[in-house]
T-cell receptor, first 115, second 109 residues
Framework: ETGVTQTPRHLVMGMTNKKSLKCEQH?????MYWYKQSAKKPLELMFV???????ENNSVPSRFSPECPNSSHLFLHLHTLQPEDSALYLC??????????????FGPGTRLLVL | GQNIDQPTEMTATEGAIVQINCTYQ??????LFWYQQHAGEAPTFLSY??LDGLEEKGRFSSFLSRSKGYSYLLLKELQMKDSASYLC??????????WGAGTKLIIKP
């Protein structure tokens, strides 16, 4: 049983749609992350939240909008996406994001296809 | 810039040993991680190295040389279930993970 869950697992959307990805962690962690994983490319860090505060935004286009209402939940709101945004979106959590040895635990991801 | 290099794909035989290399150039170093990712699944933690040397954990071992910016993951007694992608990642000075593109390991009977 995974400590990090993501819904939906698969999503197909048009470029004019608005959708949201949801992540929930049951590990008591205080840091949460959104990553984008494209085929044969390194994981790209998109956003980091520590204790519900956004601490990192790696030059992500504004069509991606994160929301972290509490330390257990993380959302990624999507609107007017482009076909090149099609990828696997992974959520992860860790203790508090301040230690080098801190392991990140990943959810299974949302496979997104933008038509 | 920051860069992590690892081979794109490797093939090995069931029961054999395989070594997956990773070289890195990053702004600062707070440790190196190896993750395993089966197709369609979440990456899962395998190992963490911050000091030079070899860390052994069952059939898997991980080695680090900070002076050379080099690590490897050694898998022994390969099993079919070891077919997966293996991701190398370095924690930089900002405590962010910098990732390699992953090595797809194919195990043949």
């Amino acid at each position: 049983e995974t400590g990090v869950t993501q819904t939906p697992r698969h999503l197909v959307m048009g470029m004019t749609n608005k959708k949201s990805l949801k992540c929930e962690q049951h590990l008591g962690h205080n840091a949460m992350y959104w990553y984008k994983q494209s085929a044969k490319k390194p994981l790209e860090l998109m956003f980091v939240y520590n204790f519900k505060e956004q601490t990192e935004n790696n030059s992500v286009p504004s069509r991606f909008s994160p929301e972290c209402p509490n330390s257990s939940h993380l959302f990624l709101h999507l609107h007017t996406l482009q076909p090149e945004d099609s990828a696997l979106y992974l959520c992860a959590s860790s203790q508090d994001g301040t230690s080098g040895s801190e392991t990140q635990y990943f959810g299974p991801g949302t496979r997104l296809l933008v038509l | 810039g920051q860069n992590i290099d690892q081979p794109t794909e490797m093939t090995a035989t069931e029961g054999a040993i395989v070594q997956i290399n990773c070289t890195y150039q990053t702004s600062g170093f707070n440790g190196l991680f190896w993750y395993q990712q089966h197709a369609g699944e979440a990456p899962t933690f395998l190992s963490y190295n911050v000091l030079d040397g070899l860390e052994e954990k069952g059939r898997f071992s991980s080695f680090l040389s900070r002076s050379k910016g080099y690590s490897y993951l050694l898998l022994k007694e390969l099993q079919m279930k070891d077919s997966a992608s293996y991701l190398c990642a370095v924690m930089d000075s900002n405590y962010q993970l910098i990732w390699g593109a992953g090595t797809k390991l194919i195990i043949k009977p």
